[in-house]
């Protein structure tokens, strides 16, 4: 079965491979909270060391904020309260005791850091501050949850916030925060596009978001990471100043970034096919299986065989596991490949007598047979070809789902087809962006980053040589 075969029965095919590939449990009984089972929490775990890796190497430190934020606390950005004030979770007892101030559970937490960065933060010397978090935050969504895509719980949220003395460094800290994103999901092999958000659909709080989006196989945008320029609104709240060199006080200036649970949704959604997960071997939990397959009528230690083949993985850093499972090899070989481990190596008697091994690609599903002494070579060259095959695979469906056009009409047929990401003349005018989502059902993601052209007409205004903007049916 081809993607496009299944792409209308997206959502089904999503909650059946996360459940049957072990990445959580969907049957928590709270409403849009789920449960990490151990394969999911290491893909989970690999997926954070790559982004953890870049931040420590670009001079962010880790820290850990309470969970609570005071009522009074989280009140004091207006333009921030506003735009969470209908997703804030509250705390307002203490056991059976009335609290004496409600305690939010942090929707995102620049209400919670900042306060104490005036502690932090005195001089000139003090600056840049750059540090990350990776924590769970709660928002009440209304809208109907799925797991990793749209939680009520979200336990992979990394959010770096960085301080700065001037404007300039602030916007070089977002450029270099959309470089970090950019590795991290070129690592990942997922093709992505990145816009500057329009003004409606800016963080509250924020000069300016920039964002980053996937397609899903339903024609679906996924929004998969985001950089905000926040200039200084939350230092002028909580007083953010440092004593320049010159002696004088000012205010500093700030950034946030941050990826949650949806960067795993964007693995599995974009390398997935009818067969369940198909992982990239950086972050794959076990990157190769191998499935001895003995014949009683053979005097031949596959088991043995297959042991001495798992200690030469191991001893080349490489994660594997042995399924030694008393069950046919196609039943084998179907469990595997619904959790997506990229290599799978069958040995037999014959493997065992010509010192061999048999290996097997999940994405391709070629098989070849390899000598033992190019082991090692064999698998690291698989995992090369995978990495690329896959990305070039997932490159070239989002490049076939950006069409242009120049009517509102058209845009609305293509979107209402679900077939992908719509590129339309915009004048960057705030009403005609907005009545260009109501008469398409489409949502505006902004203007594509780096891409300098001009397109044609504002369906709304008429307004000539305007540039392009994206807009996508989202989740």
């Known amino acids: 079965m081809e993607r496009e075969e299944w792409e209308e029965e ?60 005071p009522r009074t606390i989280f009140q004091k950005e207006s333009e921030h309260i506003e735009g969470f004030e209908n997703e804030a979770y509250w705390v307002t007892h203490g056991g059976d005791k009335e609290l004496n101030t409600d305690l939010a559970l942090r929707p995102t937490s620049e209400t919670s850091i900042y306060p104490m960065l005036n502690r932090w933060i005195r001089s000139h010397t003090d600056l840049p501050l750059k540090i990350y978090q990776i924590v769970n935050i709660f928002r009440h969504e209304t809208k109907m949850t799925k797991p990793l895509i749209r939680l009520r719980e979200v336990t992979t949220f990394k959010e770096a916030h960085t301080v700065h003395g001037s404007k300039e460094e602030a916007e070089q800290q977002v450029d270099e925060a959309v470089e970090l994103y950019k590795n991290f999901y070129d690592e990942l092999a997922v093709p992505h596009l990145i816009t500057k958000r329009p003004s409606w659909d800016t963080f509250a709080g924020a000069e300016y978001s920039i964002a980053f989006d996937a397609l899903a196989p339903d024609g679906r945008t996924l929004q998969i990471g985001t950089a905000h320029n ?209 008469e398409t059902g489409g949502d505006v993601l902004g203007r594509e980053q780096g891409v300098n052209e001009e397109m044609g007409e504002c369906p709304i205004c008429e307004k000539e040589n305007c540039d392009p903007v994206l807009l996508s049916k989202t989740f």
């Not at 004593?243 to 006080?249: A, I, L, N």
């Not at 033992?372 to 070579?377: A, Q, S, T």
């Open 10 to 69: 997206f959502t089904e095919w999503f909650n059946d491979s996360i459940s049957q590939g072990e990445i959580m449990d969907i049957q928590y009984p709270v409403k849009g909270l789920y449960v990490w089972k151990p394969y999911g929490l290491k893909l989970r775990n690999n997926t954070m060391d790559i982004i953890k890796e870049s931040l420590e190497e670009s001079d962010h430190e880790e820290v850990l904020f309470p969970l609570l934020i």
């Open 230 to 438: 926040l200039g200084q609104n939350f230092a002028e709240v909580f007083d953010l100043t440092f004593e320049t060199y010159e002696g004088e006080q000012e205010l500093v200036h700030q950034t946030s970034y941050g990826i949650s649970d949806r960067a795993i949704a964007s693995i599995i959604m974009t390398h997935g096919d009818d067969r369940g997960l198909c992982l990239p071997p950086k972050v794959a939990p076990i990157q190769v299986v191998i499935v001895p397959i003995p014949y009683s009528d053979e005097d031949v230690d596959v088991n043995k065989y297959a042991e001495k083949i798992n200690e030469e993985l191991k001893d080349a850093s490489i994660r594997t596991e042995i399924d030694h499972r008393d069950i046919s090899p196609g039943d084998k070989f179907y469990r595997w490949e619904r959790k997506g481990v990229p290599l799978r190596i069958e040995i037999g008697p014959d493997e065992v007598k010509e010192d061999k091994i048999t290996l097997a690609r999940r994405d391709t599903g070629n098989r070849e047979e390899v000598d033992r002494d190019e082991l090692i070579p064999s698998v690291e060259k698989n995992f090369e070809e995978m990495y690329k095959s896959l990305k070039e695979r997932a490159e070239r469906f989002l490049e076939e789902r950006i069409f242009e056009v120049m009517e509102i009409e058209k845009a609305r047929d293509l979107l209402s087809e679900r077939k992908g990401i719509v590129k339309i003349p915009w004048c960057g005018n705030e009403e005609c962006g907005l009545e260009i989502e109501d």
